[in-house]
């Protein structure tokens, strides 16, 4: 069992920043995967960025999809803590962002992407981009 909570989340301006923390709890957490995913309403749950609690080796959503390179995916283990550090932040990022910890299995980036492959998740926080 593994639980997740989720935090930071706000009311921003579009080019502002923030920290998104998740407080990991459970054992052998280096069996697991973490990851963050957002969603909006109607919409499907989309990944952002992963990592495997034990050494890191993190994924990020595809250029495309507008986060790379904005977004950056960190973990403290001395503190049981997640992050997403989200910076130049656009009305399109407004989502509701959740953390996810998943049994690892093998890691790459098809693994890592796909929502199913998470075993438990975070009440989610809400962030809100406006201009």
């Known amino acids: 069992q593994v639980q997740l909570v989720e935090s930071g989340g706000g009311s921003v301006q579009t080019g502002d920043s923030l920290r998104l923390t998740c407080i990991v709890s459970g054992r052998d957490l280096d069996d697991y995967m973490m990851g963050w995913f957002r969603q909006t309403p109607g919409k499907e749950r989309e990944f952002v960025a992963a990592l495997l609690w034990s050494n890191v080796l993190p994924y990020y959503a595809d250029a495309g999809r507008s986060v790379n390179g904005r977004f950056t995916i960190s973990r403290d283990r001395d503190k049981n803590t997640m992050f997403l550090e989200a910076n130049t932040l656009k009305a399109e990022d407004t989502a509701v962002y959740f953390c996810?910890?998943?049994?690892?299995?093998?890691?790459?980036?098809?693994?890592?992407?796909?929502?199913?492959?998470?075993?438990?998740w975070g009440q989610g926080t809400q962030v809100t981009v406006s201009s």
């Open positions: 996810a910890a998943g049994t690892l299995k093998f890691w790459n980036e098809g693994t890592a992407r796909n929502p199913n492959n998470y075993d438990y």
